[in-house]
């Protein structure tokens, strides 16, 4: 379903430091894709998700039973968060203890570029959104029926459907997501 590209730490800093992802269309949101990469391999095969707190990834450890039920568990969850602060830090994050045993990863990242600019017939009501720094975008459709305006019809421009949405601005933040891409997005309209 879409590029699934092979990403390696090595290849692909930027200049300040910082992992950058290919687009992959249909894949998870960045910061998730970028905990994986990271965290591919590491020991006590962390359980890792989106945050609460917007920029942010959540790891813990992946057992049962208690954090702290024996010495050698306790001694094992340090230098396994120690690892996963390590990996981590490597692609950018900036990392603190979490609660009991985990790690909480943050990241802001720069928005996402976006250019939005008619496309076709004026009365097709289509706009095309391009990603410049990806390579990738899509179309966003307005619809409207005997009601007024209904929503926005979202599609990648491999054809795919993303989400539809209620508004253009939300349309561009979709395909951001269905590409993988950073989803705060600065808009550019031509």
């Excluded at 008619?118 to 009601?147: I, K, W």
Aim: glycine fraction near 10%.
């Amino acid at each position: 379903m879409g590029r699934r590209a092979e990403v390696t730490t090595a290849d692909h800093l930027s200049s300040g430091g910082l992992l950058l992802l290919p687009p992959e269309e249909g894949a998870k949101m960045y910061l998730k894709r970028l905990a994986t990469v990271a965290l591919a391999g590491a020991p006590g095969d962390p359980l890792y998700t989106s945050g609460r707190v917007p920029h942010t990834v959540t790891a813990i450890h992946h057992h049962a039973g208690r954090c702290d039920q024996s010495r050698k568990r306790i001694a094992e969850h340090a230098a396994n968060r120690a690892d996963w602060t390590r990996r981590l830090e490597a692609v950018g994050f900036s990392v603190e203890l979490g609660r009991a045993c985990g790690v909480i990863a943050t990241l802001e990242l720069p928005p996402t570029e976006a250019v939005v600019e008619p496309y076709g017939a004026v009365e097709d009501h289509t706009e095309q959104v391009t990603f410049p720094a990806y390579g990738v975008g899509g179309l966003v459709r307005r619809l409207f029926g005997n009601s007024g305006f209904l929503g926005c019809v979202v599609t990648s421009s491999t054809g795919l459907s993303a989400t539809p949405t209620k508004t253009v601005d939300q349309a561009v933040v979709s395909l951001a997501l269905h590409w993988g891409l950073p989803h705060h997005v600065s808009v550019t309209r031509r």
